[in-house]
């Protein structure tokens, strides 16, 4: 026999049985993990906005602070200031 068909035979035999019998606690695991995950996906979200509010305030704050988007100032000629 060939693995293919020990693998079929297999599958068969499974398909054949009746179902294995079910925990009766399986159903309250997996509600109690799915809040968890749930849980942690919106903590998770919760500081990435966090994070990228802190970011933005504090370039908000450098940019003011800083004015980096000035133009520099002429350093070819002398500034003119009176005619």
């Known amino acids: ?4 068909d020990q693998t079929e035979a ?8 009746p179902y294995a019998p079910i925990p009766p606690y399986l159903a309250e695991r997996a509600m109690a993990r ?4 749930l ?3 919106r903590v998770a979200r919760l500081v990435v ?3 990228a509010a802190a970011v933005l305030i504090g370039f908000a704050v450098w940019v003011q ?5 000035a133009e520099p ?4 000629t002398p500034d003119f ?3």
Do not use: E, Y
């Open 73 to 76: 100032p002429s350093t070819t």
């Open 34 to 37: 799915g809040r968890r995950v």
């Open 81 to 83: 200031d009176s005619w």
């Open 65 to 69: 602070i800083a004015d980096p988007f």
């Open 49 to 51: 906005w966090v994070l």
């Open 39 to 41: 849980r942690r996906r």
């Open 10 to 17: 297999q599958v068969r035999r499974l398909l054949h049985d």
């Open 1 to 4: 026999m060939t693995r293919a």
